[in-house]
């Protein structure tokens, strides 16, 4: 792993990803770049004509269906060259092209779905059992679920030619995040006494460091910088959610959560259910704070001091190959057909490793229905990296079989259902490391990170979801969103959630400002599907552990499942029904369990 960062060329070859795979050179790109321009006259061709018979239908669905396949994969070899550094201009130009592609390719044939739908129920109905669409069946019943969520022809244009500027809101929010703040963030000393530049890719590291004046100089760094950012954020956050109420509204939706809700065929009620379920287990979140509080012999907890161990770990740093090996086994009562497709994407360069400057910060799984899947990480040799690669991993895979089992159409699996197979990936890795653990310091460490993991993943990414739900409702109802109130809304969020033991003074008070660098809440009530997500995957890998006959073959056949039937019936075949409070409500007590295990051992 690098001891600093640096450029692009100088990261080994084996630790970038071969995004060659998709286009060997740019030149590739550019060529086939060339044949979308052709797109928007050879779809115009089918306007007024959806309606004629099941034939005619059926060819420009294969067309549309081809044109945005093509559009698709330029978008990924694009964006992923982009991604390796945010800074490079020919790169950002190359996603600019194509996302303006996409935009006059949505105008083209923004008649395709009003035409559909204008056709009578009887006889769509009655084309839908024909031997030319039987294949589109399930996909074009998804496009009838809108008929009163659709505009006419004219309109759909207008609105589809909207995507390519209000896209801008959370493209600027990435140049800030990744490129131009980072380059004002201060250095600290590191606990070596070494100077080092914060990123935002190391201060998560150094938010665990057992020195808490390294801690503490991070965060302050780190946030002090963030805060400086806040106006423009703020109008930036505010133009994402005024285009999703816009685009709500203009659909004919009760609001911009029900809107995003719809497409995954969840209700409101869902959501509501997720936050009310943390509200009412939030004593055993504050429970956990105040035993980390005792265990780090804290007179006042602070922000800087919810991500160290409590206990010393005594593998403090992994390397890649440890990472590699220990995923590969943790995946391994999955069955064999899934960890040699893992290890054999590992092998071909799968994974871009490591930071380097100009990179996007986190991490993603990635690629197309023509690529294999990529997983873009920012590996620092920290546990919680790690259980990123596991996690990613999870997500390759879910693509991977649903790709090789799904026609293009219905190989997406809907967001709903898009952590659980990442989830379950981690769930997993802490098993076997608890199961290979004996000492009671490391059993010790390993529960504290798995609190950790329901803390960030369940409650964090809850009250990340109900800052998103309030913000929109402010909106929605005709006010601003001001930094001071984005500030103490997140603010009091913070606290209710994390309790009274931390000192809530000036320092804690800059986490306000962490709302600013969340890249989330600009994808339309995402979050909250982690949450969800951890909930399915602690039930779905409790049934695999347990040895619960089909239980694995139930869990291979969703990750195969892609859109063929809705995600929610998808996931309750693989034993989890997200329309009951169950799964929440059993996570939440596991959680509790993996505390109560906790101060067994360091009682």
């Known amino acids: 792993m690098p001891d600093e960062l640096k450029s ?35 779809m115009k061709k089918w306007a007024g004509r959806l309606a004629e018979d099941p034939g005619t239908l059926k060819g ?41 592609r996409f935009v006059e390719f949505n105008a083209a044939q923004s008649f395709f779905t009003p035409e559909i739908l204008a056709i009578p129920e009887d006889t769509i109905d009655s084309w839908l059992e024909t031997s030319e669409l039987e294949p589109y069946r399930t996909w074009l019943q998804d496009i009838l679920r809108y008929r009163s969520h659709t505009l006419s022809e004219n309109e759909e244009k207008l609105l589809a030619n909207t995507v390519e500027i209000t896209s801008g809101f959370s493209s600027a929010f990435g140049k800030l995040s990744n490129v131009d703040m980072p380059a004002r963030l201060p250095e600290i000393m590191d ?44 109008a930036l956050l505010e133009g994402q959610v005024k285009s999703d109420i816009f685009r709500a509204r203009t659909r004919k939706y009760g609001s911009a959560l029900e809107a995003s809700l719809f ?22 979140l504050h429970r956990y704070f105040q035993f980390r509080k005792n265990a780090l012999d804290l007179d006042s907890a602070h922000m800087y001091d919810t991500s160290v161990p409590i206990v010393p770990e005594s593998k403090a740093d992994y390397s890649w190959d440890e990472a590699v090996d220990l995923t590969l086994e943790a995946v391994a009562p999955l069955g064999r057909e899934y960890v040699d497709a893992l290890a054999q994407g590992f092998r071909n360069r799968w994974v871009d490793r490591y930071e380097n400057i100009g990179k996007r910060s986190g991490a993603y799984s990635g690629g197309c229905y023509d690529s294999h899947p990529y997983i873009l990480h920012n590996f620092n040799g920290t ?53 290979r653990m004996d000492d009671k310091q490391e059993k010790a460490y390993l529960l504290d990170h798995l609190l950790g993991t329901f803390k960030s993943t369940l409650v964090r990414q809850t009250m990340f979801a109900e ?19 984005l500030n103490s809304t997140y603010y009091d969020l913070v606290k209710l959630y994390h309790g009274d033991c931390f000192a809530w003074d000036d320092e804690d008070e800059l986490i306000a400002t962490e709302w600013s660098r969340i890249p989330h809440l600009y994808y339309n009530f995402y979050v909250y599907k982690y949450a969800t997500g951890l909930s399915s995957a602690v039930d779905i890998s409790s049934m695999i552990l347990a040895g619960e006959p089909g239980a694995v073959e139930s869990f291979i056949e969703f990750l195969r499942g892609g859109s063929s039937r809705p995600p929610l019936e998808l996931l309750k075949r693989a034993g989890v029904d997200l329309t009951t409070p169950e799964p929440v409500n059993l996570a939440l007590h596991e959680m509790e369990n993996t505390l109560e295990d906790l101060e067994k051992i360091l009682e």
């Open 8 to 42: 692009r060329n100088e990261i080994p070859v084996e630790a970038r990803w071969n995004v060659e795979a998709v286009y060997a050179l740019d030149g590739e790109w550019e060529k086939d770049f060339g044949k979308t321009a052709t797109f928007m006259e050879s």
């Open 60 to 100: 420009a669905i294969e067309e549309l269906l081809s044109h945005h396949r093509l559009l698709e994969k330029l978008f990924v070899y694009a964006s992923m060259k982009g991604d390796e550094d945010l800074g490079n201009s020919l790169y950002s130009g190359m996603v600019s092209r194509t996302r303006s």
């Open 191 to 234: 606990e070596n006494g070494n100077s080092v530049r914060l990123t935002t890719g190391n201060i998560s590291a150094f938010l665990q460091k057992k020195d808490r004046r390294v801690r503490k100089d991070a965060f302050l760094g780190f946030y002090g910088e963030v805060k400086g950012n806040v106006a423009t954020k703020a």
């Open 263 to 284: 497409k995954d065929r969840v209700s409101v009620s869902v959501y509501d259910s997720l936050i009310k379920s943390v509200h009412d287990n939030l004593p055993v």
């Open 383 to 435: 546990l919680q990296s790690v259980f990123t690669l596991a996690h990613e991993a999870g997500h390759s895979l879910h693509s991977l079989l649903s790709r090789k089992s799904q026609p293009y159409h219905m190989s997406e699996y809907k967001i709903i259902v898009a952590e659980v197979a990442s989830t379950t990936n981690e769930m997993l890795l802490i098993d076997l490391l608890l199961k």
């Open 467 to 485: 800052f998103e739900k309030l913000i929109h409702e402010h909106v929605e109802l005709g006010n601003p969103l001001t930094p001071d109130y």
